[in-house]
């Protein structure tokens, strides 16, 4: 017996474990074949896809799985980097070197059999022998679904050549939870990569791209029981598919998960990505490629019988524009009949800047060349640090929600919520106010602040949608007014199922600066899920409130006793008389902290007055000094 691994086995030890997320057929109920598609079996009854060899109880054999036949089944994962497979593979009677293989994802791995391996360990209808073969492969595999094929090239009915599996197990090597995407365990290099958008994972449909070419429409095609986008009769010469994806958060490089279907007779054609109009990746298939199997089948009519290969692409490039074009095309010259591709699995990330920043060279503070309004860069020259930072005098009213040891303050709010008067919630290893069977349709997480005098607020916080959403919004409102808003759902990948019900969940960073002086704040939080709380929720964490100090403003008056004619001076002023100030000033407020500084000259020359603290009734001597005409002033800290 002789078999072959097409793939880039993963031999790098690791002490972290593995993750069981599928096992099936130690035994024969009929329960297990839930989820999986049978094509061509000789099976008339669901007990018949099992076969009992001496007390091993296989999936397939003499009376259900030989030419033509395949199983196939599709899983999604949470973020992961190496997928681990145990199974079992059987054949039955007079094999003549053709080959059982299976398919997981990209992943090919095949045995050729003959009559002579094995032993007749048990009677079958052929009479022939019987063998069977323990598989323990372990493979690099990071996209958010995956599925496994298993078929042959038996030219035989069941009765005469079969084969099956049995003690099929699955499982991953998680990534780190800050990462929606990794190729290894390190979070450092991967807690920069966001998830943008994903589409054809958990269903099948144009989702906002468009086709041009040949074909102006958006098709779908079903191999072996696995849906893709394009595929037999539908995708083949002159052929793209396009989509824009726009409002990308500040980043510097993107990265395109996806898997690329070639199916029937190319001839070193080429599949090609590009990004923004500029090829970025492509993949040559030869005339005849070293090993590929059938998994689709024949268009009628015109069709051909022909072998597929199943692409995985991760890449990622340099890229910081705000938008990016994505299309997908390949060269192969023959209709869709006879050459065609398709795509499944496509996932769009970002690396993203750090907070705050607009454009950048890298994920830290350092890389950063220039923010956002209203922050401004540091220069880490100066020795106060580097990144973006707000300008002014800001204090942190609050932090709320950090960690996993806190107890929520009773002025927050929950309206239409669910399972309160707690409407705290658990998620994985993060605790949030809000979430599954808490808040959903139509709550509201409200609560009113009561802030000293200010002039500005910022507010930060994680943003959590947890669950299906399908293109609904997380809306922030202060005052009444709508100062941040996200759409979750519809084609957005999520980062992992961590808690609730059949969903990933998915978080935004919210930070706003806002001008603001009332002395309250009324804050309210909601969405627009149209969905019961068991199915959509959302929440946050890690909750901070600031508030920038107002401008500290001397007031000048031209009488005394802080009486006749006033006027505030909240920044340095070269020339009264410019701007229309009087120079007769009798009495002045100075700020706490601060020190008024009256120059005889404009533009901050000649001699000067300080004051430090309040003045009712200017000295007779100071006021000549103050009545010329081309004073200047200035407020400054008092040291």
């Not at 010469?237 to 980043?251: A, C, G, M, R, Y």
Request: proline share 3%; glycine share 8%; net charge negative.
């Amino acid at each position: 017996m002789k078999f072959i691994a097409l793939a880039m086995l993963v031999m790098l030890a690791t002490s972290q474990e593995f993750i069981e997320f599928y096992s099936a057929f130690q035994n024969s109920d009929v329960a297990q074949l839930d989820g999986w598609t049978i094509q061509g079996s000789l099976s008339k009854a669901q007990a018949d896809n099992f076969f009992t060899c001496s007390d091993a109880s296989v999936f397939g054999g003499p009376k259900a799985f030989g030419k033509g036949a395949i199983v196939t089944k599709q899983f999604q994962l949470p973020p992961h980097f190496q997928i681990k497979i145990s199974v079992e593979v059987w054949k039955f009677d007079a094999w003549d070197t053709q080959r059982q293989f299976f398919y997981l994802d990209n992943y090919l791995w095949e045995t050729m059999w003959t009559g002579s391996d094995g032993t007749k360990r048990c009677a079958t209808p052929a009479g022939g022998n019987v063998n069977s073969f323990q598989v323990d492969q372990t493979i690099t595999h990071n996209h958010a679904a995956l599925f496994i094929a298993f078929a042959s090239s038996a030219d035989k009915a069941a009765d005469k050549m079969s084969w099956g599996f049995r003690n099929l197990k699955l499982s991953y090597l998680a990534c780190p939870a800050e990462c929606g995407t990794c190729l290894g365990p390190d979070a450092i290099v991967c807690q920069m990569w966001v998830p943008v958008s994903s589409s054809w994972i958990k269903t099948i449909e144009a989702d906002g791209w468009s086709a041009k070419g040949s074909s102006s429409v958006i098709k779908t095609s079903t191999c072996a029981g696995i849906p893709i986008i394009g595929g037999p009769g539908n995708f083949g010469n002159n052929v793209s598919i396009q989509k824009i994806f726009d409002k990308l958060v500040p980043h510097y490089r993107i990265k395109v998960i996806a898997q690329f279907w070639k199916i029937d007779n190319w001839d070193n054609d080429n599949a090609v990505l590009y990004i923004d109009n500029q090829e970025k990746w492509k993949q040559n298939v030869a005339q005849v490629e070293d090993k590929e199997f059938f998994i689709c089948d024949k268009i009628t009519p015109g069709g051909v019988d022909a072998t597929e290969k199943i692409i995985n692409v991760n890449f990622e490039s340099p890229h910081n524009y705000g938008a990016a074009l994505v299309k997908w095309t390949a060269t192969t010259k023959k209709s869709s009949k006879q050459a065609s591709w398709g795509i499944r699995q496509f996932q769009l990330y970002v690396a993203q800047c750090s907070s705050n920043c607009a454009t950048c060279t890298g994920p830290s503070a350092e890389d950063c060349t220039a923010c956002v309004s209203p922050y401004i860069l540091l220069d880490p020259e100066d020795g106060n640090g580097s990144g973006c930072v707000l300008k002014g005098d800001w204090v942190e009213f609050t932090s709320e929600f950090q960690g996993s040891s806190w107890t929520a303050n009773e002025d927050w709010k929950v309206s239409d919520g669910k399972n309160g008067p707690d409407f705290t919630s658990t998620c994985g290893e993060f605790k949030f106010f809000g979430g599954y069977e808490k808040t959903g349709k139509d709550a509201k997480i409200s609560r009113k602040f009561n802030l000293p005098a200010h002039k500005r607020i910022r507010i930060a916080f994680e943003a959590w949608k947890i669950d299906n959403w399908n293109g609904e919004d997380y809306i922030v409102k202060v005052d009444g007014l709508s100062v941040w808003q996200r759409t979750f759902g519809f084609g957005d990948p999520g980062l992992a199922d961590i808690c609730g019900g059949d969903g990933f969940e998915n978080y935004a960073i919210v930070d706003f600066v806002m001008g603001h002086e009332a002395s309250t704040l009324d804050l309210v939080i909601s969405t627009t899920i149209g969905k019961n709380n068991d199915n959509a929720s959302f929440a946050l964490k890690g909750f901070k409130l600031f508030y920038e100090k107002p401008d500290a403003c001397a007031t000048l008056y031209t009488e005394c006793n802080y009486t006749g004619k006033s006027f505030n001076m909240c920044e340095d002023l070269p020339n009264f008389q410019l701007a229309k100030y009087p120079s007769k000033i009798k009495s002045i407020q100075v700020p706490a902290g601060t020190k008024v500084i009256l120059f005889d000259e404009m533009d901050y020359n000649g001699k000067t007055i300080e004051y430090s603290e309040n003045q009712k009734c200017i000295e007779e001597y100071q006021y000549k000094f103050l009545q010329k005409n081309q004073q200047s002033y200035v407020l400054t800290a008092n040291s």
